[in-house]
């Protein structure tokens, strides 16, 4: 697919079919996807989980308001903030954030390339979610993807488009 396409495409989906992915796709989102978006300093202190296990999904739904519908698989996307802070001190802590953001937008236009849904969830229980996945100390959830089959895809939202200047020569 054509990156062009991919970008204007994509919707966040919050309605999946009852369909599981297989965990090959999943590791190829986080492998082939998100470990490959760019990343402040090369410092590459993002961590990812996969959940695809029904009972865990659950309990990740229970602490996380943001999470509609039931997506076959949530990859958790976090950052070893101690590293992060060590690396680059406050700018380290800003660029961390900023990672995370840039392999999520990697493993949502994948996912859609591959057919699948997604949607970039920030509404959970940050340190709820740590202590139910087991999380090293300093590695923080920052963001969810819901993954799965659409069972229907949104309409585009309209979209705004303020440029502040342009300094062309």
């Known amino acids: ?12 989906v919050r309605s999946f079919r009852p369909e ?19 990343s402040g300093g090369n410092a590459q202190t993002w ?3 996969i959940i695809d296990d029904p009972i865990l999904l659950r309990k ?9 519908g ?10 070893d903030m101690k590293e992060a802070t060590r690396r680059g001190a406050e700018l380290g802590e800003t660029l961390a954030l900023l ?10 236009l994948a996912a859609h390339e591959l057919g699948l849904g997604t949607c970039a969830v920030a509404s959970f229980h940050h340190t709820g979610l740590q202590a139910l ?5 300093g590695v923080e959830p920052h963001l969810l993807v819901t993954v ?3 069972d229907s895809l949104p309409s585009p939202p309209n979209r705004r488009l303020d440029i502040c200047g342009i300094n062309h020569g």
């Not at 990672?99 to 949502?108: F, K, L, R, S």
């Not at 996945?133 to 100390?137: E, F, H, I, N, Q």
């Open 99 to 108: 990672d995370t953001g840039m392999a999520a937008q990697n493993i949502m």
């Open 60 to 68: 990740v739904r229970m602490i996380s308001p943001g999470l509609l």
């Open 133 to 137: 996945l087991g999380l090293p100390d």
């Open 47 to 49: 961590r990812f989980v």
């Open 148 to 150: 799965g089959v659409p």
């Open 20 to 38: 599981r992915i297989s965990l090959d796709t999943l590791l190829r989102l986080v492998e082939e996807a998100a470990v490959w978006a760019p």
């Open 70 to 79: 039931e997506p076959a698989a949530v990859i958790v996307c976090c950052q």
């Open 1 to 12: 697919m054509e990156v062009w396409r991919a970008i204007r495409e994509r919707r966040s």
